[in-house]
T-cell receptor, first 113, second 114 residues
C-alpha cells in the first residue's frame, strides 16, 4: 500500500511564525507536490519537485518555500505565516513514468491566528 | 501557464441518471488526462485516466473521452448512485523537460439524489 504521510492533521499558528509542513512517501516516487485547497478554488499548486534538491514554482508560490533534501521527504515552509494562508494543505507524490497515479496525503488543516 | 477549466461547477442528478463533467485545458503539450474523486473529508483518489493516443476509455460505469483537437476531455458516469456524490477534479499533466506539472481544475460537486 502506497503511503503519503503528512506530519500534522491540524495545526494552529500565530501570524508571523515560521511554519514547517512535512510530507513523507514510502514508494520511491520522484515527483512530489504541495497544494492548497480552498472552497470554490479547487487544488492550487504551490510548488513541486521532480528530484532531490530540485524544485519548481507552481501557480501560487508567493509566501512559501520548499525543501527536498531526501527523496522521500518534501517540506513546505511558510516563512512568515499570515491569516490568508489559513487553508487545507495537501501533499502528493507520483512516479515520473507517464500515466501513473498521484497519491495524496491526508491533508493538514492550518489555521493562522 | 496551464489554464484548466471544469464545467459545471455543481451538478445535481437523480439516482440512475447519467452525469457528464467537462474539462478544458489550454496547453497542447498535455499528454495525460486523469480524473480524481474526493469524497467529503477524504483525500483525492484517481478513478480513471486516459493518454493522449486514446480517444475513449471505459471502466464499468465510468468513462473518459478525449478530444485533443478541441483540447477537452470529459468524465461520464452512468447509472449514478448516491455513493458517486463527491467532488471530481480533472488534472491534465504536462511533461516539461525533467519535470511534470499536475494542475487541477476547480472541481465539480456532484450530488446524486436517492
Amino acid at each position: 500500500d502506497v503511503k503519503v504521510t503528512q506530519s500534522s492533521r491540524y495545526l494552529v499558528k500565530r501570524t508571523g511564525e515560521k511554519v514547517f509542513l512535512e510530507c513523507v512517501q514510502d514508494m520511491d516516487h520522484e515527483n512530489m507536490f504541495w497544494y492548497r485547497q480552498d472552497p470554490g478554488l479547487g487544488l492550487r499548486l504551490i510548488y513541486f519537485s521532480y528530484d532531490v534538491k530540485m524544485k519548481e514554482k507552481g501557480d501560487i508560490p508567493e509566501g512559501y518555500s520548499v525543501s527536498r533534501e531526501k527523496k522521500e521527504r518534501f517540506s513546505l515552509i511558510l516563512e512568515s505565516a499570515s491569516t490568508n494562508q489559513t487553508s487545507m494543505y495537501l501533499c502528493a507524490s507520483r512516479h515520473r513514468v507517464l500515466g501513473t497515479e498521484a497519491f495524496f496525503g491526508q491533508g493538514t488543516r492550518l489555521t493562522v491566528v | 501557464g496551464e489554464n484548466v477549466e471544469q464545467h459545471p461547477s455543481t451538478l445535481s442528478v437523480q439516482e440512475g441518471d447519467s452525469a457528464v463533467i467537462k474539462c478544458t485545458y489550454s496547453d497542447s503539450a498535455s499528454n495525460y488526462f486523469p480524473w480524481y474523486k474526493q469524497e467529503l473529508g477524504k483525500r483525492p483518489q484517481l478513478i480513471i485516466d486516459i493518454r493522449s493516443n486514446v480517444g475513449e476509455k471505459k471502466d464499468q460505469r465510468i468513462a473518459v473521452t478525449l478530444n485533443k483537437t478541441a483540447k477537452h476531455f470529459s468524465l461520464h458516469i452512468t447509472e449514478t448512485q448516491p455513493e458517486d456524490s463527491a467532488v471530481y477534479f480533472c488534472a491534465p499533466l504536462r511533461r516539461q523537460g525533467g519535470s511534470e506539472k499536475l494542475v487541477f481544475g476547480k472541481g465539480t460537486k456532484l450530488t446524486v439524489n436517492p
